[in-house]
């Protein structure tokens, strides 16, 4: 038995053996149980190849599975999959981490977290294939998300359909299916890989790399439609920005790509003003900062009081100003929308730019090319910004939204030069000073790779 699907079926009928329910469930029933149990293994399969520190978590309250039925798996049902989790405790395939709770006094809890054994990891790691490669991502499921910030913490909230929400869902899963047919990787070293899983491990604002995730959802934020929508979930945005240039998409390496002075330009389109010829974000501070400015304008822009503090990810240390120095610098700069700063449009502009993006990711899709988003910069083949297809398609976009065209001075896009990480990057074998390269090199080179490579070979195998 080495096939996932074969796991399935043996496991879920082991369950049902413990079970006297099992035997008197009506077809509709069978099937829920089905799913269950296999939805479970899916996330423990997920969970193997990422790090085994790496949890598996499910929510254990009856209302969990009845509540906004919007946003919930139809499939799902709170008795069978309690069933199937309980079942895979009985066989010793699953052990509980940390028990979850719910406090109705402060209203809030935590997810119930759970381990495969030693005795299903060992299964898992039997099995043909890798969950990225084998498992078809579902395109079907709930992707247009809205969000409303309740005491501090944020919440999905229920809303009534209409014919945007609708073509949102539709072009998402057009990106989806387009994404699901290409195989979007991680060049690195086996080394590497725990390393950087640990590392994110560590970090509350990332999740370890599950090279499944390919299914983007949009997300809006304040219960508005008008506010966010950005593009979210998708693994690669998990990455660490000095490992994004390891990236590959169908095994070629690729560049990451940034919409330069985005939020300027819709700015002063948006309140008729005249951006001018000079940089936004340069003109400030000189070019050598203009990544702390450009930082500072949008988090300007995306407050709703004057930030008398910074904010924790801008670093100031390269350049001789306060925070209150810079703030006032930004301000001077951008006189004619100094009253626009502070009043909370970074929600809005957002929202904006994930329309533009929107439109970017879909022209290429029909082109069967994956523009992979990280907010307002893509990560894509080079020779689509090289050559000027996607700057082509920026311009198309925002001429689409605002109804303006962008001046042909201004650069829109720009590459994203990331920090080298490693000296081997080329990973070239070494010449042995006669003009030729040692086969036990090349064979080394391989085997430092080996799990890119096998996921490739899987991958190829499969088309």
């Not at 109705?104 to 759970?114: A, D, F, P, W």
């Not at 610098?329 to 502009?349: C, Q, R, S, V």
């Amino acid at each position: 038995m080495n096939s996932f699907d074969e796991l399935c079926k043996k496991l879920t009928q082991d369950i049902a053996n413990t079970m006297v329910q099992g035997r008197s469930w009506n077809e509709g029933e069978q099937l829920r149980f089905d799913y269950a149990v296999r939805h479970l293994l899916i996330d423990l399969w997920k969970k193997h190849h990422t790090h085994q520190d790496n949890h598996s978590s499910m929510q254990k309250n009856k209302n969990f599975y009845s509540a906004l039925k919007q946003y919930r798996d139809p499939q799902l049902i709170y008795r069978m999959t309690i069933y199937a989790f309980d079942g895979l405790q009985k066989l010793d395939l699953i052990y509980i981490t940390k028990d979850g709770y719910y406090d109705r006094i402060k209203m809030e809890g935590s997810l119930i977290r759970y381990k495969a054994t030693p005795r299903l990891s060992e299964m898992l790691e039997e099995l043909d294939g890798h969950p990225a490669i084998t498992l078809k991502p579902n395109i079907d499921i709930q992707t247009i998300l809205l969000r409303y910030k309740v005491d501090g913490r944020r919440q999905i909230v229920p809303y009534e359909e209409d014919k945007d929400t609708e073509q949102w869902r539709i072009n998402l899963r057009n990106i989806n299916h387009c994404f699901s047919k290409h195989i979007l990787d991680l060049e690195i070293k086996d080394t590497e890989v725990g390393e950087l899983q640990e590392r994110l491990l560590l970090d509350n604002d990332k999740q370890p790399i599950d090279l499944t995730h390919k299914v983007l959802v949009r997300i809006f934020t304040n219960k508005s439609f008008k506010e966010g929508g950005r593009f979210y979930r998708g693994w690669w945005q998990n990455v660490p920005k000095e490992y994004r240039q390891f990236i590959t998409i169908d095994t070629k390496r690729v560049t990451e790509y940034d919409f330069s002075q985005m939020n300027p330009n819709m700015i002063y389109d948006r309140y008729n003003h005249d951006l001018g010829s000079e940089d936004a974000y340069s003109r400030v501070a000189g070019p050598e900062h203009r990544d702390v400015v450009k930082q500072a304008f949008n988090a300007m822009f995306q407050a709703t009081t004057p930030l008398d503090r910074k904010p924790d990810d801008i670093d100031l240390s390269g350049i001789e100003m306060s925070w209150q120095e810079l703030k006032e610098e930004i301000l001077k700069a951008h006189k004619p929308i100094k009253d626009l700063f502070f009043t909370g449009l970074g929600n809005k502009l957002q929202f904006e730019d994930s329309c533009i993006a929107e439109s970017v990711i879909l022209q290429f899709v029909n082109s069967d090319a994956p523009a992979l988003p990280i907010h307002d910069s893509f990560i894509m083949h080079h020779g689509y910004g090289d050559k000027g297809g996607l700057e082509e398609a920026m311009r198309r976009a925002y001429f689409e939204r605002f109804n303006s065209s962008l001046s042909e001075k201004r650069d829109l896009v720009e590459k994203v030069d990331h920090k080298k990480i490693r000296l081997d990057d080329e990973k070239k074998p070494v010449n042995n000073g006669n003009g030729t390269i040692q086969v036990d090199d090349i064979f080394n080179a391989d085997s430092d790779y080996s799990q890119w490579r096998d996921r490739d070979d899987m991958w190829m195998s499969r088309k």
